[in-house]
């Protein structure tokens, strides 16, 4: 799981100093040890697998007729030859089967319903910061207090050198 660490490591724009884990934030250290991050893996995906779970059973308690995930992974779908600006998949069933708190404290924000909050992220903070994800979760916000629900329960699971930090959120009528 930490291949993107080390892809990252051989990149020739990647400063000499970022190349070793001295050069590394604690947090990034922690996770990668001194086994290449072998046992953060399998803590990681543990943590993952229990949060899809809980989300699942949630799921099935509620025993929707339709469920409408999005995110930003056009490329796990698509390549750069052709990236629709949108894209609408329809699956009979569907099998979850996976392999701290963010700069801006969203998930804080959002477990308290404090939508208000989220509407005052300046769109070029976001920009700036490069994590572009979080324009995701602004249709979440949106759409949650439209429908005036609030989070019963929400799950980060966080990570410096896997593929990415995961969020996962109950917000039942």
Not at 103 to 110: A, F
Request: with cysteine.
């Amino acid at each position: 799981m930490s291949d993107i660490l080390r892809r990252m490591q051989r990149n020739p724009a990647l400063p000499e100093h970022l190349r070793q884990p001295e050069g590394w934030p604690a947090e990034i250290r922690a996770e990668w040890a001194g086994d290449q991050g072998t046992a953060s893996t399998s803590r990681h995906r543990a943590a993952l697998l229990g949060r899809m779970n809980k989300t699942r059973a949630a799921l099935d308690a509620f025993k929707p007729e339709f469920i409408l995930i999005w995110g930003d992974d056009q490329y796990e779908n698509f390549r750069a030859d052709i990236i629709p600006a949108y894209c609408i998949s329809a699956f009979d069933g569907f099998n979850f089967s996976p392999p701290a708190a963010n700069v801006w404290g969203e998930t804080d924000k959002l477990r308290h319903g404090d939508y208000q909050a989220w509407r005052q992220y300046p769109g070029a903070s976001v920009e700036d910061s490069g994590q572009q994800e979080i324009l995701n979760w602004m249709c979440l916000v949106v759409a949650l207090h439209a429908l005036e629900r609030r989070p019963k329960d929400l799950g980060f699971v966080d990570t410096w050198i896997f593929n990415s930090s995961k969020t996962f959120l109950v917000a039942p009528p």
